[in-house]
């Protein structure tokens, strides 16, 4: 315990002195330097997620870019989610055979198999960045066979974004719901049913609207949710108004993971919403770390997914060695989808590679065997 106040105190120390970089500096402004505001740069020369952000932001109207980009309040946890990564390091092997490691990229999520342990995850408002809104991400996810998760407040609707979808594709449904309206919830459910959706994720991290600054003042606020109850009672009751198995999206500690499990949930979805609901939430990396330290039987008994500042290959190689099962991954693909199924496809599988390569050099020789020491997770203690 003396150990991690010491590291924390020195750790918050070196924090404030270093202001936060939005975008990390990788050369991008230099190499475009001649790219006028509202020119989209070539997407064969973007390297990375990060680009995407940087093209966006230089090509998108300011009150759409802002949509995407805003966090609650002062964005605390909009920057922890980012920088969190970089506060719990790697401990990479050597004398490890790695050659194989791009096989072990494919997984199952809910029994379903996909080729990446990643995934795009629910982002309301395509429309905010490509006329063609979510028909990018969906026909993308096809493409390069990974799971989608379409917002219930996409800019298309359920049965047009199911349009776009090739026939054996599998998508999972997010859904905002009102407990005093089970007529609209079945009407949700029965059109995930009918849209071939395998599952609902349900969002319970977001009872209230979001205290967003930064997009009120170009009025690129979230449709207004009512304040709203979500309890274990509710569901357990919307368990009766569906077959499809229900996750949980926006599960913030311990004791509600393990409350999860207790109530039979087909997987456990850790997230803050990206930062844009209640400023001060944790990443959902810290969240993993507290259910690896007190309850490492979380991970077994059910699929626990994450979300929340994920850009590169070892930052998904982190959350996977605590025990995730799969990444989601939000504002990178809605940037990407400025570029449409092209974009989104290359996306997609510049993060492959690099989780391919960030695994490989960390010496994980098969992806699905990774454990928890090859992240220094208990901060400056030893692995003990
Ligand atoms: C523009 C935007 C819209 C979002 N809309 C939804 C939504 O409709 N439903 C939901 O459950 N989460 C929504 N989220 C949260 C994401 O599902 C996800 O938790 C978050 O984006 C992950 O963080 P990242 O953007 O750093 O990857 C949204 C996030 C963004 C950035």
Redesign the pocket.
């Known amino acids: 315990m003396r150990c991690t106040l010491i590291s924390l105190s020195l750790l918050s120390g070196t924090l404030a002195a270093r202001p936060f970089l939005d975008e990390p500096d990788t050369g991008f402004d230099m190499f475009f330097s001649n790219l006028a505001t509202g020119q989209l740069a070539p997407l064969d020369q973007l390297v990375g997620l990060p680009d995407f952000e940087a093209a966006a932001k230089r090509y998108l109207p300011i009150a759409n870019y802002t949509?995407?980009r805003n966090g609650a309040a002062g964005e605390w946890s909009f920057r922890n989610?980012l920088e969190v990564f970089y506060r719990y390091p790697l401990r990479p092997r050597t004398m490890v055979d790695t050659s194989n490691v791009q096989s072990t990229l494919p997984t199952t999520i809910l029994g379903y198999n996909f080729s990446a342990p990643f995934f795009i995850?629910?982002?309301?408002?395509a429309g905010l960045g490509n006329p063609a809104a979510e028909r990018g991400l969906v026909e993308a996810a096809a493409a390069e066979n990974i799971l989608y998760v379409p917002?219930?407040?996409a800019t298309l609707s359920i049965p047009e974004i199911a349009s776009y979808k090739a026939p054996s594709q599998v998508t999972f449904q997010?859904a905002?719901l009102d407990p005093s309206n089970d007529t609209a919830t079945k009407l949700v459910f029965d059109q995930a049913k009918a849209a071939g959706s395998k599952a609902i994720v349900f969002?319970v991290d977001?009872p209230a609207e979001g205290n967003r600054q930064r997009a009120d003042r170009y009025d690129a606020s979230e449709a207004v949710l009512p304040f709203t109850a979500i309890t274990w009672d509710y569901y357990d009751h919307l368990k009766t108004l569906t077959d499809l198995p229900i996750i949980l999206?926006g599960i913030q500690t311990v004791e509600e993971a393990q409350a999860a499990v207790a109530h039979g949930v087909p997987a456990v979805y850790l997230?803050n919403?990206?930062g844009?609901q209640v400023d001060g939430s944790r990443s959902p990396l810290e969240v993993a770390i507290e259910i690896r330290a007190q309850a490492p039987e979380v991970f077994t008994q059910t699929e626990v997914y994450a979300?929340?500042?994920?850009r590169y290959g070892g930052d998904v190689v982190k959350l996977l060695a605590l025990g995730v099962r799969a990444v989601?991954?939000?504002?990178?693909f809605?940037y990407a989808n400025v570029y449409g199924t092209e974009g989104v496809t290359r996306a997609v599988q510049l993060l492959k590679r690099e989780v391919a390569l960030d695994a490989a050099n960390a010496g994980v020789a098969d992806l699905k065997n990774i454990d928890p020491s090859y992240v220094i997770w208990k901060q400056s203690c030893a692995l003990d």
């Open positions: 949509y995407y989610n995850t629910s982002a309301a408002r917002s219930l407040y997010q905002y969002t977001a999206k997230s919403h990206g844009r979300d929340g500042g994920v989601g991954i939000g504002r990178p809605m």
